[in-house]
């Protein structure tokens, strides 16, 4: 029994010291609505005393006098402690300043309570004030265990005194008595057990946020991988096709010039059966880099699959679809790549398919286009570029054109 108690008072001795500027901030909200409260409850209270009728004994003549002057200190005391919240909310390091306002608050309120216990022996021989005091103490503020043991043993130890000293009677002493142990042990546990899982909470809540994190992450990298290639990074063939037919869709309702590049690598099974796939595979990865850093952000490369890679040029004419297909073709071609079992270079055959604005089609051509360029560009002798070129005029899409 004695380790597992053991273990769980470590535990919540390090969770106390993990989140102790997280109680201190919810103390502080705690605080300043404490404060208000404090404010009302004086200020009705006064009232009350006001308008109450002045006839009675002298004893209760004396209670009612007491009270008057006691709670317009309440009043002064909550507005102090509502002033002190409002400053330590500006300040950056402001922990420990509230834990000590906490715990100076806690002792005000104990201490209201165990002096109106004390005046009320003169009328009532009740002890709700202190009840009052220990109930408000251990719902609005979190304090540690050992500082709440302290302050409800040092309210018990004060009020049995007050009790011993002012309860006229033995059967009144030992009901005020009872009373007041109940009252300052159901404070503690009360307080323990709230502060306790207010800590376990925002443990429970740390958990969950990393959980969540943790599932977007996951999220992302698994609609990453439903959209992209794994070798590459690239666009995956679906992902492209969807987003080219988009873009085809904005031209057809706002006319203007489009562009698809298809490119494929020279001789690459030579570089499978000779240098293995693991070469291939870098070589691939290579030629992925240098169409991501030599093209625009707006431009959309994909990997089709193998060695054939797709690039969807918006607002694009020939000319400068050219130009780029032939600045790709020539950087692959100036490039080389080190393997295990040496330098490789590479070529690369392109294949343009050119829309000219007010040029309405979908993909099937312009792919099927720029794939017989493609065709072309191989049966040419490779390393060079072809193309198709799609004008309003052409009679059937379907059916490209050569040029």
């Excluded at 009020?159 to 002012?166: F, G, T, V």
């Excluded at 020279?266 to 070589?283: E, T, Y």
């Excluded at 297909?325 to 294949?351: F, M, P």
């Excluded at 398919?353 to 002798?381: E, F, I, V």
């Amino acid at each position: 029994m004695r380790k597992p108690l053991l273990t769980r008072l470590l535990k919540l001795r390090e969770l106390d010291n993990t989140w102790r500027a997280r109680v201190q901030q919810e103390n502080l909200k705690r605080l300043y609505f404490l404060a208000l409260f404090g404010v009302l409850l004086s200020l009705s209270q006064i009232v009350l005393f006001w308008l109450l009728d002045a006839q009675g004994s002298a004893r209760e003549a004396r209670w009612r006098e007491i009270s008057l002057l006691v709670h317009p200190a309440i009043l002064l005391l909550s507005l102090l402690i509502g002033g002190l919240t409002l400053r330590l909310r500006h300040l950056d390091n402001q922990s420990e300043a509230v834990e000590l306002l906490s715990i100076l608050t806690a002792t005000l309120v104990l201490a209201v309570g165990l002096m109106l216990t004390a005046f009320d022996q003169l009328v009532i021989q009740g002890v709700t004030p202190l009840v009052t005091a220990c109930s408000i103490t251990a719902l609005l503020l979190y304090l540690r265990p050992l500082t709440a043991f302290a302050l409800f043993s040092s309210a018990l130890f004060i009020s049995l005194l007050i009790i011993n000293e002012l309860s006229p009677s033995p059967a009144q002493r030992l009901s005020s008595t009872m009373n007041s142990i109940t009252a300052c042990a159901s404070g503690l546990l009360v307080s323990w057990i709230l502060y306790r899982n207010f800590l376990r909470e925002q443990q429970l809540r740390k958990v969950l946020l990393r959980q969540r994190e943790t599932l977007k992450a996951r999220t992302r990298q698994l609609q990453f991988q439903a959209t992209h290639d794994t070798l590459t990074g690239l666009f995956n063939r679906r992902e492209f096709e969807r987003l080219t037919e988009n873009e085809l869709s904005r031209v057809n309702r706002h006319p203007a010039p489009l562009s698809l590049l298809m490119l494929d690598l020279d001789h690459f099974k030579a570089i499978n059966d000779n240098f293995g796939h693991p070469a291939g595979d870098a070589v691939i990865r290579h030629v992925a880099r240098l169409l991501s850093e030599h093209t625009r952000n707006c431009d959309t490369i994909g990997r089709l699959g193998g060695e054939e890679f797709i690039i969807l040029l918006p607002e694009t004419d020939l000319p400068q679809a050219q130009q780029t297909a032939e600045k790709l073709r020539g950087l692959i071609e100036h490039s080389a790549i080190d393997v295990d079992n040496g330098r490789l270079r590479i070529t690369a055959s392109v294949g343009l398919a050119c829309l000219a604005p007010g040029c309405q089609t979908d993909l099937s051509p312009l792919y099927l286009a720029a794939d017989q360029a493609l065709y072309r560009a191989k049966r040419a002798g490779r390393n060079r570029v072809e193309h198709f070129y799609f004008t309003p005029s052409a009679p059937d899409l379907s059916s490209p054109p050569l040029s």
